[in-house]
């Protein structure tokens, strides 16, 4: 049910008036009755908020750690939702911090208590974090595995009976198989080749359920970046096709870690061909009526598409990445304009089968959409210029993706239209408070901004020492840095050096690590804050995770963070004027200021930062160090 406006209205002021002053009550008197402790840099933030909210605007909020930038958002944030009728939407850069924002004892719960707001919050996450019915069935076809077995015995009730629509509930999330790891998730969860619309099992898919359920939040959705992007990318299409679009209308969007929007709105963007793609496709069109003519093109476009799949192969650029380049050899250049010639012809027998009714309109219908879609990649392909793709080998399975290189005209036309107040919302979106890395790469031209720096005295709780190593020496060090017994995040720049250190840890070691992919990072990450292991390694949390006290004292930075050399960040390089000023420094920068603002989150908070440099990284000290809330001290060996 929907919940009053948090503060009443009255006639001779507007809303936000109101919300103003009802800002200034709560952070001024409210808040330090309950024993809160506020800062001016909160409330500053929270008046801002206001102001974003009234002018519909864009607004780079920069906060640094302990500003209690959460609470300060969420309040006017739930307030202007109940107003229009429309929740807030809150994206988040991934899974783990939306279970972060929502955990029992997290800033929504605390927030519900204080002031009883009875806050209806619910969390809408990307699709590939919901189990698919089909694609279980298909897996245990394929192999007897006892994860299976497992995920069959706790699915309810209803999956496997007669049932009405009233007894179902939300199930099948990631985080409720934690012991799963990554390589196994990845065989049951929803992938994009499935045709859902189509699926029988549809109303009994937790996906489905999920969805009804968090349509009808009334104050916060709680999403991913890639979900909130995926529902603008295919928002038209869906409300033509008479479906409904992934993600309710909401009023306003505040996007925490807002800086890896960018990767979010390319991978949305992306589009996966693999050599079996085609083949499921057409066989969901071959009935017995369809034109000999038909019959034969759609057999040569198979065998094109297998060609232009063998000669892919040859002409992988060799590398330790896990996207793999492609050359732009000329023959499979021309190989894949062919292709693309040959399926527009195709589609023009698609019309005459479409008049004959030899194909059920339905599959006819999903089936010319896939090549239309097919077209538009290939031709960004065959183009040189705006496209950036590569080949993933994963389980020998070869997926060519291709992704548009600028993100920053469709970001213009479907998010940043003026239609919706936007709140960026991080600790670190500026570089010394210059916003034009981030703008830039999102193509806002017009946007408020503000930093508000952290209340911690540095100096007094964070130590930041820097270990002149050999690059082959750097495992050992992080190895021998274990000694001491500290709850210790390492983090590695990539998922192939993490892997690599796994490699080179000795047998016989004494300590409780887990490695990121293992298994369900949202509850590897509880077991970290609740100590249940020692040593967390990753490749991925440098920003967001949140282990105040004694939960996390050391932080070891394997390598400084510059961007992996693939095809993404080729790309983006060889469009710049200058690539290492434009490209690789500003990430490396913003990341490494991430990594560092995990160790003090609260005001009891301690701890030691390390930093393992090789001599090219101790040449770049005036760099990394400029970002750096303290002086970096050599370490004195151990
Ligand atoms: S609706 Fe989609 S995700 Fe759900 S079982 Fe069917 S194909 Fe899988």
Known sequence: MRQPIPFPLSKDKTFFESLNDWIGDVFYD????????????????AFQMEKALKEKSVMFAEAGVGTGKTLAYLLPAIAYARYTGKPALISCADETLIEQLVKKGGDIDRLDELFNLNLDVRLAKSRDQYLCLQRLEGAKKRSGADFLDDIESRLPEFVNKTFSMQNTYPYGERSSFPEINDDQWQQVNYHPIQNCAACELRNKCGQTIHRNHYREATDLVICSHDFLMEHLWTKETRIREGQTPLLPEFSQIVLDE????????????????????????????????????????IEETIDLHNEFFLLLRKNIVASD??????????????????????????????????????????????????????????????????????????DDIETLVIMPRLVTDILDEKLFDGKVPIIFSSATLSIKKDFSYLSDSLGIDKYQSFTVPSPFDYEDVMKVLKHPLEQRDKFQRAYDLLSSGEQTLILFKSKMDMENFKQSLPLDHAYKIEFEG????????????????QVLCSYHLWEGLDLPKEALTKVIIVDLPFPPQDPVFEAKRKFSSNPLEEIDLPFMQLRIQQGIGRLIRTSEDHGEIHLLLNEDELALEHLWQEVLPVTAQNFLKL
């Open 30 to 45: 409210e808040l330090p009755e309950k024993g809160y402790d506020l800062r001016d840099e909160q409330i500053f933030m």
């Open 258 to 297: 807002g800086h890896l929007l960018e990767f979010a709105a390319q991978r949305a963007l992306t589009y996966e061909v693999q050599e079996s793609t085609l083949l499921d496709v057409t066989e969901s069109i071959l009935a017995d009526n369809v034109r000999e003519k038909t019959l034969n093109m």
């Open 321 to 394: 990445e896990d996207r793999k380049a492609i050359s732009r050899d000329p023959a499979l250049i021309s190989l894949g304009k062919g292709l693309v010639n040959h399926i527009n012809l195709l589609l023009e027998e698609f019309v005459f089968e479409g008049e004959l009714f030899t194909i059920p309109e339905y599959e006819l219908r999903l089936a010319e959409e896939f090549f239309e879609k097919y077209i538009f990649s290939m031709g960004l392909f065959t183009e040189e210029g705006d496209a950036v793709h590569w080949l993933e080998i994963k």
């Open 518 to 533: 293992d298994r369900e990072l949202s509850t590897v990450v509880k077991d970290f804050q609740d100590a249940k292991f």
